[in-house]
């Protein structure tokens, strides 16, 4: 399983079936990168932009929650 694949496993249960596109759009929108090249040096990074973009979605509490999973992944 690739990192993205794992990081999309972690997100579905907040975002649902959105989760794959999301985590696609944060890589590519905001690292800069196509998302099976994600690696763990990004996860920071990523974990910031879906916090910010993650708002959108879900509540405040949930949000952090999911991004603090993602910078530990």
Request: proline share 4%; aromatic share 8%.
């Amino acid at each position: 399983m690739s990192l993205y694949q794992e990081i999309t496993k972690i997100s579905a249960p907040y975002l649902g079936p959105a989760a794959e596109s999301f985590i696609g759009k944060q890589c590519k929108l905001f690292l800069k990168i196509e998302p099976e090249s994600l690696a763990k040096h990004h996860l920071g990074e990523l974990a910031k932009w879906i916090e910010v973009g993650g708002t959108r979605y879900m509540d405040e509490a949930r949000t952090k929650e999911l991004a603090a999973k993602v910078a530990r992944a």
